[in-house]
């Protein structure tokens, strides 16, 4: 099975596990069973320099126990991030059935997924269940990239995005944009934001509970929305400086890896010079397409 998400192609090897991978729902789009590279998936913007191979090996058995020896980076109760004494991240999510762990080279070129899949029904869903989002957020820190907290969509080829916290109504808004045949929507929740051959990039991503929400494409992006129910006005400019103040609160950071976070800042004080940020008082009824276009 091969995922593919913002120009990684993350490469499932279960043929020695005895497993038969399945995906979410909301993955399917994203997930290619061919066993060859068949080019870039989205719509030509894809560059050769920022593409990347992951294969990581499915080891249907238990996970074995931390070492003494690993340094932890970041430990939730949803998920943690250690690093071994090889200097390779090691990705643990203890909540999921089974608990599952993923290990990884710091390139992100090669590694495997372990956990005992088959004490259940035989067959896991996906083997990266729980551990996704935060596993593409390092790997494209690695890149200076990130994950916004943030909805996306498509119209004549343009990317737009619209930012804000949870409850901020970005899958409100990306259901309403959907019924309009205009436009594409490439997530509810979360879009991938990366640099590529001098301007920015928006990718969709498959982490999201409506799949109809989410799209495996990528396109420039025009503008940058944050989300305001309580705004004055519908549509008003951000300062840059604000604006990514904004995303810092909001975005995917690695704050336990400093230095990948300082290119992302690099990356972000740039997209505030070469994108314009607006807040959007979005509210049903309006014709949300308008407001975006008429910025």
Not at 100 to 122: L, Q, Y
Not at 165 to 188: C, D, F, M, R
Not at 247 to 268: E, W
Request: one cysteine or more.
């Amino acid at each position: 099975m091969v995922l593919r998400v913002a120009g990684l192609r993350l490469w499932l090897d279960a043929r020695e596990s005895g497993l038969h991978l399945t995906a979410p729902e909301s993955h399917v789009k994203f997930v290619r069973r061919e066993t060859s590279d068949d080019g870039p998936t989205c719509d030509g913007h894809e560059s050769p320099g920022v593409s990347g191979n992951l294969v990581l090996r499915v080891r249907n058995q238990q996970m074995s126990e931390i070492s003494p020896e690993w340094t932890p980076l970041c430990v939730t109760k949803a998920w943690e991030l250690w690093l071994d004494e090889a200097g390779r991240y090691v990705f643990i999510a203890r909540r999921q059935s089974p608990p599952r762990m993923a290990i990884v080279d710091p390139g992100f070129t090669a590694g495997e997924v372990i956990g005992d899949f088959a004490s259940g029904s035989g067959e896991d869903a996906f083997p990266l269940q729980g551990l996704g989002i935060m596993f593409f957020v390092n790997w494209l820190a690695g890149c200076g990239d990130a994950i916004l907290h943030a909805a996306g969509v498509v119209v004549d080829g343009k990317g737009y995005c619209f930012t804000g916290s949870s409850g901020a109504g970005k899958s409100t808004l990306a259901a309403a944009l959907a019924s309009n045949p205009s436009a594409t929507v490439l997530g509810e929740d979360q879009i991938i934001l990366r640099y590529i051959d001098g301007r920015f990039t928006i990718y969709g991503t498959p982490w999201h509970e409506n799949p109809d929400l989410c799209a495996p494409l990528c396109v420039p992006l025009k503008k940058l929305f944050f989300l305001d129910r309580e705004a004055a006005q519908p549509l008003a400019t951000v300062a840059p400086f604000d604006g990514v103040t904004r995303l810092l609160q909001t975005a995917f950071i690695p704050y336990y890896r400093p230095k990948a976070v300082s290119a992302i800042l690099d990356r972000l004080a740039i997209l505030a010079e070469a994108v314009p940020f607006y807040t959007l008082g979005y509210r049903l009824g309006d014709d949300p397409l308008a407001l975006i276009q008429g910025a």
